[in-house]
């Protein structure tokens, strides 16, 4: 296999899914075999803790210690959780795993559920992905035939089941305690923590949630070592990254590179630049939610520890580009516009703040604004931090606005002064 | 009353969960599958197999976006609106989706054959402008390219 891009190497040119004997023809299964085989679940979870594997759903903590949160005396059922929501704007990622390799999610699964002692897990995945939806539900058909679910999976004692859920769309699903609350048939609400989902999760029992693709790097994980994962990266954060470009570059894509590899290269080498006839100007590097990045920082390596230093987030990992045509104003609306519609309405910063600047912005690109707007705008942010609120979606909206209130203030200027958009 | 099929559907699913009321969502997508919407009649008839009030089911349904208490064209038009479709010109798109079908965001066609929905990224950005009609997923859309989808659905 292609060694340096364990996630994807493996995917067939033609589109199709990897089938049960395709993915174990490539080493699929091995992992799990060797984890049932001899490792115990302390052991599985010492050799993720050592990959330095971060959760790949934006907030990077370390999946290993997040599995070691269930109490070993922890009561029964646990549950295992994929986040494959995906519906952070500008996210395309988990759509690929799930589409080309869905046995690398379910092996990754399995495995996620030996190590933290968990009896069923639960594919959550967006109801507009219906082709993944397809290929999954065969994969785990696929799965339960050959032993590797069910009871006593490979003869080893251990039985684990999984049911795929398809999400009825919310972006508050892929809030984990939100998750959750879908998953148990109610409105996606957040859940007021602690209790963490580890002690109380699904139906009140410990839950380990995880992105999908943390999850499919897992089986490579215990097939090859923690070192080998640690070797295949740039940086501290093992591994590699589906990293993607989105807007008006040459190639828009996504592509499996070392962890660490920096936002220039991702843009000039892979994404082929800009396109012609327009300059770059900045860029979220994870999704709607994360602060805009501009020039000086095209040289930060893409990990957790290194965009956070350059005042952003990794966040998913899909950068979306900003050029110069296209107005930074008009795309804070946008991002704005997508918060407010999202917002579940639980508490008063969000529900309420989110509505505020959506209609400021909208008006300030219909050449309605006013003086005292970016203040206002300001002002909001900073109701919104970690803290204010349940969950982290008006946190999250506040990483745009804020940053491009710091970044593109003049522009924002302009539309209050000359009453109206430039770029219209 | 939920018909053999609705009512086979929805039991299949019993086993997945610890209790009946987890079911409720994908009971609420079950049948509109078969139905289209979700009508006061049809939240009646899964709240008794579930043992849920239609009020309960109501609070349940308004909260997710693909879930419709409202009656819907033959297909379902679900344009993205989210960041990457947008600085690709996805408001062109909607604009000309809006022209061709005579009808506002939210809307049917009188004749019964389409109704438009913006919905968030639908994680095919690489790709944008994105739209998906009934379980299709079209890329990389213009004016012209959207004429031509369109004709595929009658
Ligand atoms: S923004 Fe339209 S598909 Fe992602």
């Known amino acids: 296999m292609p060694e340096d891009r364990p996630l994807t190497g493996n995917m067939r040119p033609d589109g199709e899914a990897l089938d049960r004997a395709a993915y174990e023809r490539v080493g699929g299964y091995k992992g799990l075999r060797k984890a049932l085989g001899g490792m115990t679940p302390a052991a599985v979870i010492d050799e993720v803790k050592a990959s330095n594997l971060r959760g790949r759903g934006g907030a990077g903590f370390s999946t290993g210690l997040k599995w070691s949160f269930v109490p070993a005396t922890a009561p029964h059922p646990r549950y295992v959780v994929a986040n494959g929501d995906e519906m952070e704007p500008g996210t395309f990622k988990d759509r690929l795993l799930v589409e080309r390799d869905p046995h690398q999610l379910v092996e990754g699964m399995i495995l996620a559920g030996y190590a933290t002692g968990s009896d069923t897990g639960y594919i959550f995945l967006r109801g507009e992905y219906k082709l993944g939806a397809r290929r999954v539900a065969r994969a785990l058909a696929e799965a339960y035939e050959a032993g590797y679910l069910g009871k006593d999976i490979l003869h080893s004692g251990y039985s684990f089941e999984i049911h795929l859920h398809l999400s009825a769309g919310r972006y508050m699903c892929g809030e984990e305690t939100g998750m959750l609350n879908a998953l148990e048939g109610k409105r996606a609400n957040p859940r007021a923590k602690p209790p963490f989902p580890p002690v109380s999760g699904l139906f009140g029992m410990p839950t380990t949630i995880n992105n999908v693709e943390t999850l499919c790097n897992v089986p490579h994980i215990i097939r090859n070592g923690a070192a080998w994962f640690q070797g295949l990266s740039r940086s501290k954060d093992g591994g590699t990254k589906l990293y993607g470009a989105s807007g008006k570059v040459k190639r828009p894509g996504l592509w499996e590179l070392p962890m660490g590899t920096t936002i220039r290269e991702i843009l000039e080498e892979h994404a082929g630049g800009m396109r012609d006839g327009v300059r770059f100007r900045g860029l979220l590097p994870g999704g709607a939610s994360t602060d805009f990045l501009v020039e000086e920082h095209l040289d930060t390596p893409m990990d957790f520890s290194e965009v956070q230093k350059a005042g952003s987030r990794m966040g998913t990992g899909t950068m979306i580009i900003l050029d110069d045509q296209t107005c930074p104003v008009g795309m804070v609306s946008n991002l704005e516009h997508f918060f407010a519609q999202e917002s579940c309405g639980w508490c008063t910063p969000c529900w309420s703040g989110l509505g505020w600047v959506e209609r400021i912005l909208k008006g300030m690109e219909e050449g309605r604004g006013q003086p005292g707007d970016l203040e206002k705008l300001a002002f909001q942010t900073r109701f919104w931090a970690p803290g204010h609120t349940f969950c982290a979606l008006a946190p999250g909206a506040a990483e745009p606005l804020q940053s491009a209130l710091k970044y593109f203030r003049a522009e924002f200027e302009q539309h209050i002064n000359e009453k109206r958009c430039p770029w219209k | ?154």
């Open chain 2, 1 to 154: 009353m939920l018909t053999p099929e609705e009512r086979a559907e929805i039991e299949a699913e019993f086993p997945h969960y610890p209790n009946r009321k987890a079911v409720c969502i994908d009971a609420m997508k079950i049948v509109q599958k078969h139905r289209g919407w979700l009508s006061d009649d049809a939240l009646k008839d899964i709240g008794e197999l579930l043992g849920m009030s239609v009020a309960d089911l109501d609070g349940v349904a308004t909260f997710y976006n693909l879930l419709f208490r409202r009656p819907v064209g033959r297909h379902v038009i679900y344009l993205c609106d989210s960041v990457s479709c947008w600085i690709m010109d996805g408001e062109r798109q909607c604009s000309h989706l809006k022209e061709r079908l005579g009808v506002e965001a939210g809307e049917t066609t009188a004749d019964g054959r389409f109704t438009l929905l913006p919905v968030v990224c639908l994680g095919a950005c690489d790709r944008a402008p994105v739209m998906m009609i009934d379980d299709d997923t079209h890329f990389d859309l213009t004016p012209e390219r959207i004429d031509q989808i369109l004709e595929r659905y009658p």
